[in-house]
């Protein structure tokens, strides 16, 4: 199993006054996930806990391409136009991840390490090619590549998809207030603790973590966040250059694969992009910390989008 590493803290759950809460947490994926319960018998809440992180295990046997009979590993590995029957959750994160690339224009893109490795796949205008080299047959439950080899890395959506998994699963052991994370970035909470506004998250500055930006009250909602990290940089899948300009985001969406998706996404597409979506999704909410342009200055500006009033849902 991969051992977690050291995360920059975007998202924070305060807990500590909801009575009877049980909380777990589990290495997988390169993280820690975290599952807070409320429920009166220890026992069932901790059986139910083992089997949504054996879920998550079961996921990242299938979806990590750094195992190498994994789902992923397979397409990788696949030649161009030959179809390859694959397992429901490799499938199943396939297709969020087109619908992303498409929504976003482009902005999330899964592929883009073998895309941006390949001269002819930037055209004349400085971009990448908007064909998706992607083709899924979901009657077949096939996935075929148009160019390779590919480069596939769901680290932007995985582990957002295996906590609405683990969420799917405490469903059906009857259990419907508890809060799920995948590290520090990625958190889904179902139904609110009774008489409380909702479980309380606190969006934080990275470079900063006293520095609180956000408190919010929620229920049936997920929040996700990428950023910067030291060293670290992302390409902007539409110009294979790093994004400038830009220091964290946030994405407030109704399933933590999407808003994980849409936390990525955010970092790549301008404000006014980001505004546009919102706009078109009234259930997404983000924001942003932006750098000032001058190197010499150390300022940040903080925006939003949409309706951050309405958190508490």
Not at 49 to 63: G, S, T, W
Not at 66 to 82: M, Y
Not at 194 to 199: A, C, D, I, L, V
Not at 220 to 241: E, M, Y
């Amino acid at each position: 199993m991969t051992q977690p590493q050291d995360e920059a803290c975007y998202l924070k759950s305060d807990y500590r006054s909801v009575p009877n809460i049980r909380p777990f947490s589990h290495e997988a994926m390169a993280t820690t996930f975290e599952v807070i319960i409320q429920h009166k018998d220890s026992s069932y809440a901790q059986q139910a806990v083992r089997a949504a992180f054996d879920e998550v295990d079961r996921l990242e046997a299938e979806l990590s391409r750094f195992i190498e009979n994994s789902d992923i590993s397979r397409i990788n590995n696949l030649a161009a136009n030959q179809p390859l029957i694959i397992g429901p959750a490799a499938f199943e994160c396939l297709q969020l991840s087109a619908r992303s690339y498409a929504e976003t224009n482009g902005a999330f893109d899964i592929t883009v390490g073998s895309r941006c490795q390949k001269p002819d796949a930037i055209i004349s205008t400085g971009r990448l090619s908007a064909e998706y080299p992607i083709k899924l047959d979901e009657a077949q439950y096939t996935v075929e590549l148009l160019t390779s080899p590919a480069q596939i890395d769901l680290g932007g959506i995985g582990k957002g998809y295996a906590v609405d998994k683990m969420a799917e699963l405490l469903r059906e052991w009857s259990i419907d207030t508890a809060l799920m994370s995948g590290g520090y970035s990625s958190v889904l909470v179902l139904d609110a603790p009774p008489e409380t506004k909702g479980w309380s998250v606190t969006l934080s500055n990275p470079n900063n973590h006293k520095q609180v930006l956000s408190r919010l009250f929620l229920q049936r909602c997920a929040v996700a966040a990428s950023g910067l990290q030291k060293g670290q940089h992302i390409i902007d899948p539409r110009t294979a250059k790093p994004v400038q300009g830009k220091l964290a985001a946030w994405a407030c969406a109704g399933d933590a694969a999407t808003a994980d998706a849409l936390s990525t996404a955010f970092m790549v597409m301008s404000p006014d992009e980001i505004k546009q979506y919102c706009l078109r999704h009234p259930n997404v909410q983000a924001m942003l910390i932006l750098q000032d342009e001058e190197k010499e200055s150390q300022k940040e500006k903080v925006l939003q989008f949409g309706r951050w009033k309405d958190s508490a849902r």
